[in-house]
Antibody, heavy 122, light 111 residues
Framework: EVQLLESGGGLVQPGGSLRLSCAAS????????VSWVRQAPGKGLQWVSG????????YYADSVKGRFTISRDNSKSTLYLQMNSLRVEDTAVYYC???????????????WGQGTLVTVSS | QSALTQPASVSGSPGQSITISCTGT?????????VTWYQQHPGKAPKLMIF???NRPSGVSNRFSGSKSGNTASLTISGLQAEDEADYYC???????????FGGGTKLTVL
């Protein structure tokens, strides 16, 4: 059974930093790309960042480029998102989302974690 | 403002069929066969319902179907059931640096 368990969310002041983690199990982690997708309270979904199965290729939404860094440790089946220079508008539930398999462009997500809430406020 | 445009809400009675539209541009929906639909119940994670315009993952009811014409994709749910009441989001691969764009979501109410 596929499981994605996010952690690391919390309350942080504007300009601060936070590191999110996503522990994966139930599938061969290195064989799939993984992404972070966020959802502001009461709002829609927004893709934030994605990383290839090997970790060699990373992708970012324009709104977070230069502030967020995605990485993965395939030996630990864990995905990370380092978030710096946080803004109030970064407040959201951050979901870890699996897929597609290696060799396929990042175009959809076949399984999602339950999310972790990041609140940026003074 | 979301990149893809969806109606804010739709409704239907049990047993009826409804269709949710998703309008993009020639840089996303119109240029790629990579439209995806997700279902999200309140407080829950999104669930993949349709991928690559019209394909259903294993385990998703055949009451759900997808299609695309030009820059507009559609999700049709036939034989509405109470459990279908949820938010539905479309997404598409895009040629921009933002790989995936989402619609603003549509709240489906089963009357």
């Amino acid at each position: 059974e596929v499981q994605l368990l996010e952690s690391g969310g919390g309350l942080v002041q504007p300009g601060g930093s936070l590191r999110l983690s996503c522990a994966a199990s139930g599938y061969t982690f290195s064989s799939y790309a993984v992404s972070w997708v966020r959802q502001a309270p009461g709002k829609g979904l927004q893709w934030v960042s994605g990383i290839s199965g090997s970790g060699e290729s990373t992708y970012y939404a324009d709104s977070v480029k230069g502030r967020f860094t995605i990485s993965r440790d395939n030996s630990k089946s864990t995905l990370y998102l380092q978030m710096n220079s946080l803004r109030v508008e970064d407040t959201a539930v951050y979901y870890c989302a699996k897929g597609p398999p290696v060799g396929v462009i990042i175009k959809n997500f076949d399984f999602w974690g339950q999310g972790t809430l990041v609140t940026v406020s003074s | 403002q979301s990149a893809l445009t969806q109606p804010a809400s739709v409704s239907g009675s049990p047993g009826q069929s409804i269709t949710i539209s998703c309008t993009g541009t020639s840089s996303d929906v119109g240029d790629y066969k990579y439209v995806t639909w997700y279902q999200q119940h309140p407080g829950k994670a999104p669930k993949l319902m349709i991928f690559d315009v019209s394909n259903r993952p294993s385990g998703v009811s055949n009451r759900f179907s997808g299609s695309k014409s030009g820059n507009t994709a559609s999700l049709t749910i036939s034989g509405l059931q109470a459990e279908d009441e949820a938010d539905y989001y479309c997404s598409s691969y895009t040629s921009s640096s933002t790989l995936v764009v989402f619609g603003g979501g549509t709240k489906l109410t089963v009357l």
